[in-house]
């Protein structure tokens, strides 16, 4: 038997490949198939199930066209409905794989339809549960994230802690679990970096495991919850609803474009996302265009900030790195990518066209800045990271609701804005120059960089 936990960081989300006898099973699998078939075929085994424990938010999952193209069943719990094919599973069915089974609970809390699925191994003993987003390590799963539903969170979250004292806490402690996400993720709040633990590890260490009663449980629960990011009604409905082949949006979103043919989509409404670093991206750019640089976690601020497109998407790119970013872009469900500047940003350059540039300072030019004049100084992390420690004088400006939180601003002002280490920085400063905002600067480094000048007053809430 063997039971493999494929992990991508950047969108903090673990994929679980089980094998037995030449038959194999998997657990919320990613949108692209290909790093799944190839394992199967490195093994020689069939794929025979795919199960998803829930409707999956943050990320669309790779059910559809991995079925399609092995044959795979699509296995959901129960209530789980879809316009496709799958097999709704019903509470304590089993499934035999190989040598073992795997064994649907019900464990709704999260979503109505989520579920653990347990395996036993050639004996029938538990081995390991695949928790979904019911438990994590470290945490359990916000309650509000059910697709189209008006029951309450608070609501949610009893049924949570029944799934999780009726189902999972009276197996051994031995027992595995596996969660489908880690620390980064929007689907908690206080996830460990660790990615799986034993029951009998988390009973002692999980704040949502103690020994308290269920009016306490739903209060810890709901206690400090962000607004959940706006894009994931969206990726739901499409994890329920369907969406296009993986193959169609890779062939239409790694077309070559010129740049006159460029210049005229843009003009027409095109979204140009470079994904240069940020700052490569500083010194010169496409008037208009957005950054988010490949290196960080990128899938979720692209979902972040690009969600409210419905037009077509441009990628600006070195030409090597156009097809991972299309499929990157496909797995947090953006299908409207139209093609690439071929030759990338310097063929735009070499073509005599309009270029912008943003301002990025370091943190001891911020100092001395700071020292002559009041500056407006935004932190564009999330609340949580602010809370832990802050410049005095900063404003928290999350970058998360950055659209939504325009208001605040006001044009024709200059805002220093900055972030942990300088990545979402420049992305928000694009965003901001994009929509008018000229004077917006970055601070290389972010808040790190500033900490350590010791320049700055810190404040801790």
């Given at each position: 038997m063997?039971?493999e ?5 950047s969108?903090?989300?673990a994929?679980?490949y089980?094998?037995s ?18 394992r199967a075929k ?7 199930y795919?199960?998803?424990t ?16 092995c ?21 304590g ?21 989520s579920?653990s ?5 050639e004996?029938?003993?538990?081995r ?5 987003d ?10 509000d994230?059910?697709v189209?539903?008006n029951?309450t969170?608070?609501?949610?979250a ?12 009276p197996?051994?402690n ?5 969660p489908?996400?880690g620390?980064?993720?929007a ?9 799986f633990?034993?029951?009998g590890?988390?009973?002692?260490s999980n ?10 449980f ?22 329920r ?12 979103g ?15 409404g ?13 010194k010169?750019?496409?008037p ?15 979902a ?7 037009s ?11 097809e ?9 469900g953006?299908q ?17 066209k ?21 500056i ?9 990271e ?5 410049v005095?004088s900063?404003k ?7 659209y939504?939180?325009l208001d605040k ?10 972030c942990?280490?300088?990545?979402r920085s420049?992305a ?28 700055f007053e810190?404040?801790?809430d």
């Amino acid at each position: 038997m063997i039971v493999e936990q494929m992990y991508t960081k950047s969108l903090a989300a673990a994929t679980y490949y089980i094998e037995s006898d030449g038959e194999a099973a998997l657990i919320d699998p990613l949108r692209e198939p290909g790093v799944y078939l190839n394992r199967a075929k490195k093994s020689g085994a069939t794929i025979k199930y795919i199960f998803e424990t829930h409707f999956h938010a943050d990320f669309v999952s790779g059910h559809l066209d991995l079925s399609r193209k092995c044959g795979a069943k699509i296995v959901f719990g129960p209530t789980a409905k879809t316009t496709y094919h799958m097999h709704e599973g019903v509470d304590g069915e089993y499934f035999t794989l190989g040598t073992i089974k795997i064994k649907l609970l019900h464990t709704p809390g999260h979503t109505p339809e989520s579920s653990s699925f347990l395996l036993l191994d050639e004996n029938g003993g538990p081995r390991s549960i695949f928790t979904g987003d019911t438990l994590f390590i470290g945490d359990v799963g916000r309650p509000d994230l059910a697709v189209k539903s008006n029951v309450t969170k608070e609501d949610r979250a009893g049924t949570l802690y029944d799934s999780i004292h009726a189902k999972i806490l009276p197996l051994d402690n031995n027992v595995i679990v596996y969660p489908a996400h880690g620390a980064g993720s929007a689907c908690g709040k206080k996830m460990s970096k660790e990615t799986f633990s034993t029951l009998g590890e988390q009973k002692k260490s999980n704040y949502a495991l103690q020994d308290i009663k269920r009016d306490d449980f739903i209060k810890q629960v709901i206690k400090g919850i962000l607004p959940p990011p706006l894009y994931f009604p969206k990726i739901a409905e499409l994890n329920r609803s369907g969406y296009k082949g993986i193959d169609e949006v890779t062939t239409k979103g790694t077309r070559p474009l010129s740049v006159d043919e460029i210049e005229k989509e843009h003009e027409a409404g095109a979204f140009l996302l470079d994904t240069r670093a940020p700052q490569t991206f500083n010194k010169e750019f496409i008037p208009g265009s957005i950054n988010l640089g490949l290196g960080g976690a990128f899938e979720m601020w692209a979902a972040v900030i690009i969600s409210h497109i419905e037009s077509k998407i441009i990628i600006i790119s070195d030409d090597d790195r156009v097809e991972p970013t299309v499929a990157r872009l496909a797995a947090v469900g953006f299908q409207n990518v139209i093609g690439y500047l071929k030759g990338g940003f310097e063929a735009w350059r070499d073509a005599g066209k309009k270029i912008e540039s943003i301002e990025s300072i370091s943190a001891e030019e911020l100092a001395l800045r700071m020292e002559s004049s009041s500056i407006n100084l935004l932190d564009i992390r999330k609340p949580p990271e602010f809370e832990t420690g802050h410049v005095d004088s900063a404003k928290n400006f999350p970058l998360d609701y950055i659209y939504k939180d325009l208001d605040k601003l006001k044009p024709g002002e200059t805002y220093y804005i900055h972030c942990q280490g300088g990545y979402r920085s420049m992305a928000a400063c694009s965003v901001l120059k994009s929509l008018g905002y000229e004077d917006a600067i970055d601070i290389d480094g972010g808040f790190a960089s500033m900490a350590r000048t010791g320049k700055f007053e810190i404040k801790i809430d």
